[in-house]
């Protein structure tokens, strides 16, 4: 009987720009693929060599000729087995998205990604060279054929391959989480195997970089569409796929296939990884927050020690004058629930002393939200004391509704390193929240059933100022996220005067959104990367280019 053919699917959390380490990472996997495996094939994700996206370190040339020294490396460090690795590719004056199978000491076979992707949170066309041939490799007597990522999601690239006389074909990506992504991924790769009629191996990066997480869930899909293998989303792995060869063609064989998350523990998820590998990879001891008794700060906790666990994450509770007991008492019973040391700094003499430095300022002014901002900012300025002097990243606990229409204070509650939340509705919150106490109750349930406040005024609520986030965040939704008019919005059944507010709010807090620390993106729009409006502007409410029909 033939001996099938063993591909090794390398699911790995590499650094942006530790050329040196990432290939040291894949010379170890490689190794073991070969060694503890006996893989013939060892695939790797896009652009392992560089990290995916290394943005404008590609315009460096020290940077690129590191990565083509670490590539002779490699190619001299492994032998016995076949690498399949994404890396940063020069030639001459251009720059391609490539990935080069080696084997032995030799590149068998080179390919340049055709697809560049440029929209949503991708600008590959800023930096590389369109590939345009198809490359087809013999791996252990099959014909081997290799896309990269966007490849798959147009049907050409495929199909070109399949024609050259590939009899599997194989991705590699670098493809960034957001809900319901990773069906989406599957239902475009099917759609290539019903066109190509050829088993499918697609392997996914993993990790968190900057606001974008990347869940893995790499998978192999028969030539039917049927999964045969799918690797657990945000866990690092080196997962093994045998291909029984048949005639001329080959067969994955069945394997471990993890579930599709459901929606709450996949965002949930992408969130915990991406609050981690930002405090991993950036050095920082651990995390400090301030700790409201609101849902937010609870949610963000709970995120926080997940992520690094509790010895690492310290808690402020900072009581003003308007602070109501309960609010205490629920986070004191929160950082309790999760096992976090908490300090109580009240804010009432520094929030006095600037009122005392600011007086002959204010003489003759009715107090407004000028107090309530001075009360915010006071927290800041002490949480950022307590971040540089333990060398513990400060999360903000802002959600996207607030950050949506500025409800909140630069230099205040803004003020932080990370903000965990950010592109995450306060609706959605309240759904986490729920899911998380589902694990384990750690969130009291009147911090639920209470109304939301800053409580930096007397009886203060955030629907004194905002429509009910049950409003809110549908409008949001299809403002920020769809780019949909003001018109459009109204033409759906949603209140003219609160869609215009609420309009206006958006656009006028642009400048606040600049000064906002990044956050993890689970959503199809975040601010950020994929948002970009300009913040003087004399074109209001458009909700974006080509958004209405």
């Known amino acids: 009987m033939t001996r099938p053919l063993r591909i090794a699917l390398a699911q790995l959390n590499l650094l942006v720009g530790d050329v040196a380490g990432n290939a040291e990472r894949i010379r170890v996997v490689a190794l073991d693929a070969r060694d503890r495996l006996a893989a013939d094939l060892v695939v790797f994700p896009e652009l392992a060599l560089s990290g995916y996206p290394p943005e404008d370190l590609l315009l460096r040339g020290d940077f690129r000729r590191a990565v083509d020294a670490a590539l002779v490396r490699l190619r001299a460090a492994v032998h016995g087995i076949h690498l399949l690795v994404g890396y940063p590719h020069t030639e001459g004056n251009r720059l391609y998205n490539a990935a080069a199978l080696l084997r032995d000491g030799r590149v068998e ?66 493809s960034p989480f957001h809900v319901d992504k990773a069906r989406e991924r599957e239902q475009v790769a099917a759609r290539r195997v019903a066109e190509c009629g050829i088993p499918l191996v697609y392997l996914n990066l993993l990790g968190g970089q900057d606001e974008l997480v990347f869940d893995g869930q790499s998978f192999v899909l028969d030539r039917d569409g049927t999964p045969r293998f799918r690797a657990p989303a945000f866990e690092e792995g080196l997962h093994c796929v045998d291909f029984a060869r048949e005639d001329d063609t080959v067969r994955p064989l069945p394997g471990p296939c993890a579930p599709l998350s459901a929606s709450e523990p996949s965002l949930y998820g992408a969130l915990v990884l991406g609050v981690r590998d930002y405090i991993r990879k950036n050095g920082f001891d651990g995390a400090v927050l301030g700790l409201s008794g609101g849902i937010d700060s609870a949610l963000c906790l709970a995120i926080a020690v997940d992520a690094i666990g509790a010895g690492r994450v310290q808690a402020l509770l900072m009581p003003s004058r308007y602070t109501a007991p309960m609010s205490l008492e629920d986070a004191e019973a929160e950082a309790r629930a999760l096992g976090v040391d908490t300090r109580v700094i009240p804010i009432e003499p520094p929030f006095q002393a600037f009122l005392e430095s600011l007086r002959e300022v204010f003489a003759g002014c009715a107090p407004d939200v000028t107090e309530e901002n001075l009360q915010a900012r006071c927290r800041g300025v002490l949480l950022m004391a307590v971040s540089n002097k333990t060398r513990r990243i400060l999360l903000t606990t802002g959600n996207k509704s607030e950050m949506s229409v500025g409800y909140a204070t630069l230099y205040g509650d803004m003020a932080g390193g990370f903000a965990p939340i950010k592109d995450v509705p306060k609706t959605l919150v309240y759904r986490l929240a729920r899911y998380r106490n589902a694990i384990a109750p750690v969130i009291p349930q009147r911090v639920f059933d209470r109304p939301p406040s800053a409580e930096l005024a007397p009886d203060q609520k955030d629907a004194d100022l905002l429509p009910p986030y049950e409003v809110l965040d549908p409008i949001l939704e299809r403002y920020v996220e769809l780019d949909q008019g003001v018109e459009r919005i109204i033409a759906a059944g949603y209140d003219a005067a609160v869609v215009r507010r609420v309009a206006e709010l958006v656009d006028r807090n642009e400048y606040k959104r600049r000064q906002a620390p990044p956050g993890v993106r689970i959503s199809r729009r975040a601010f950020g990367r994929d948002r970009r409006y300009p913040i003087t502007c004399g074109n209001r409410h458009a909700g974006g280019p080509g958004s209405d029909p």
Do not use: M
Not at 160 to 168: F, H, I, M, N, S
């Open 109 to 174: 076979a080179r390919y340049f990604k055709h697809l560049l992707p440029n929209y949503s949170v991708f600008d590959e066309k800023r930096y590389f060279t369109a590939g345009t041939e198809p490359c087809v490799a013999e791996i252990g007597g099959v014909a081997v054929g290799i896309t990269i990522c966007e490849d798959i999601w147009q049907p050409e690239p495929a199909a070109r391959t399949a024609a050259a006389g590939a009899r599997l074909l194989v991705n590699l990506n670098a």
